[in-house]
Nanobody, 120 residues
């Protein structure tokens, strides 16, 4: 069984910073692409940022220059450093990872989500 557990959400003032962590655990052989998605009330889930195993990154236009995605392959963890937060960044943030299990099954796994609220 594979799990993704996010942490780091909470209430942040506009202009503030926050870091989200997502750790994978379980019977994992390797992890390919990892990413962060978000879903605001009444809106569809959208890609925020993604990162390949070798470190190539991709960002939504709305977060370019403000958010940074990184990963530690040894710790099976992906991070999202957010600075210059805006009220429109308020959403539930979900971690996603393409995982090859120890039995060589290929899983598209999701975390449970962590709420980020940007408000004064």
């Amino acid at each position: 069984q594979v799990q993704l557990v996010e942490s780091g959400g909470g209430l942040v003032q506009p202009g503030g910073s926050r870091r989200l962590d997502c750790a994978a655990s379980g019977s994992i052989f390797s992890i390919n692409d990892m990413g962060w998605y978000r879903q605001a009330p009444g809106k569809q889930r959208e890609l925020v940022a993604s990162i390949t195993r070798t470190g190539s990154t991709n960002y939504a236009d709305s977060v370019k220059g403000r958010f940074t995605i990184s990963r530690d392959n040894a710790k099976k963890t992906v991070y999202l450093q957010m600075v210059g937060l805006k009220p429109e960044d308020t959403a539930v943030y979900y971690c996603n990872a393409y995982i090859i299990t120890s039995s060589f099954d290929y899983l598209n796994s999701w975390g449970q989500g962590t709420q980020v609220t940007v408000s004064s």
